[in-house]
């Protein structure tokens, strides 16, 4: 079975920093695609960011990049996401969201990512 858990979301003030934490198991780490996508209310999951496991190759959305960086520690089964100067339209549910092989087999498709995490909440008050 192949688990992955969230952790690390919570209430920030606009301009503020946070770190999101993704940990895999039941499943070998070093070659995965592992992204973020969030979710608010009443709108459409969309992908934020990816990282392939095997090379380190990364990805961003339009609209986080050069705020948002995501890595990954192999040895640790886990993908954090460093989420600085948040906004608050980047209050969401994040995800995260695995499968096998580099991003660039599935971009921020959300139908093509086969395992997901529970979520975890990002409230950025202004």
């Known amino acids: 079975e192949v688990q992955l858990v969230e952790s690390g979301g919570n209430l920030v003030q606009a301009g503020g920093s946070l770190r999101l934490s993704c940990a895999a198991s039941?499943?070998?780490?070093?070659?995965?695609?592992i992204a973020w996508f969030r979710q608010a209310p009443g709108k459409e999951r969309e992908g934020v960011s990816c990282?392939?496991?095997?090379?380190?190759?990364?990805y961003y959305a339009d609209s986080v990049t050069g705020r948002f960086t995501i890595s990954s520690d192999n040895a640790k089964n886990t993908v954090n996401l460093q989420m600085n100067s948040l906004k608050p339209e980047d209050t969401a549910v994040y995800y995260c969201?695995?499968?096998?092989?580099?991003?660039?087999?599935?971009?921020?498709?959300?139908?093509?990512?086969?395992?997901w995490g529970q979520g975890t909440q990002v409230t950025v008050s202004s």
């Open positions: 969201a695995a499968d096998f092989g580099p991003c660039v087999d599935y971009g921020f498709d959300i139908y093509d990512y086969d395992y």
């Open positions: 039941g499943v070998t780490f070093d070659d995965l695609s």
């Open positions: 990282i392939s496991t095997s090379d380190g190759s990364t």
